[in-house]
């Protein structure tokens, strides 16, 4: 089956920290990874996509980093900011006759504090 | 560039009332159309999705269905909803190349509530 999971479920650091949230995943064949960023009451927003050859991608404070051997994604926070509380979702994609399934993991739910 | 909107942003209907719910995109051609459900706490859940005008792939059996009359409109209806209806809708839109996706695209949302 199919499964994406996340890990811290939820988490709170200061302000101007670093954090990384993690992903593991079992889906199979692979597309693609994506991190998307939901702000409480809005649609996801994309923050990083990455294919099979790819281990890292930033957009700025933000990089991902994927081992497709290990099946295992991280999300990297630099120098957090309040704006940054959200839930950060991890997303695979893969192929489905011309379209694409995608396994959705359950988020984590960061928070900053000042 | 491209843009997709979801109205209504809040609804709250009573339990038995009917839905729709409109999804459109701008500055993208055939899109692939998709409607999720996210209910609170939870991830988000595949309903329906549509690679073309008319052609619709329903997800999970449910009490809702989706249209899809033109290239770039994607409606979610219901006849009758149930409390259970409740949750925040999503709808996205993406391009495919070939097998492989180039990322979704999700909307504002529309927060229903059924009473």
């Known amino acids: 089956k199919n499964q994406v999971e996340q890990s811290p479920q939820s988490l709170i650091i200061l302000e101007g920290k670093n954090c990384t949230l993690q992903?593991?995943?079992?889906?199979?064949?692979?597309?693609?990874l994506r991190w998307y960023k939901q702000d409480t009451g809005r649609g996801p927003v994309s923050l990083t996509i990455m294919t099979f050859s790819e281990n890292t991608k930033s957009n700025g404070r933000y990089t991902a980093t994927l081992d497709a051997d290990t099946k295992q994604s991280s999300l990297h926070i630099t120098a957090s900011q309040l704006s940054d509380s959200a839930s950060y979702i991890c997303v695979v994609s893969a192929p489905n006759f011309g379209n694409e399934k995608l396994t959705f993991g359950t988020g984590t739910r960061l928070t900053i504090i000042p | 560039s491209q843009t997709i909107h979801q109205w209504p942003a809040t609804l709250v209907q009573p339990v038995g009332s009917p839905l729709s719910l409109e999804c459109t995109v701008e500055?993208?051609?055939?899109?692939?159309l998709y409607w999720y459900r996210q209910a609170a706490g939870r991830g988000l859940q595949l309903l329906f999705y549509s690679v073309g005008i008319g052609q619709i792939s329903s997800e999970v059996p449910q009490n809702l269905s989706a249209s899809r009359p033109q290239d770039r409109q994607f409606i979610l209806s219901s006849k009758k909803l149930l409390l259970s209806d409740s949750g925040f809708y999503l709808c996205a839109w993406s391009v495919l190349r070939g097998a492989r996706g180039l990322g979704q695209y999700f909307g504002p949302g529309t927060r229903l509530t059924v009473l």
């Open positions: 500055g993208t051609s055939n899109p692939n």
């Open positions: 992903c593991n995943y079992t889906v199979s064949p692979f597309s693609n």
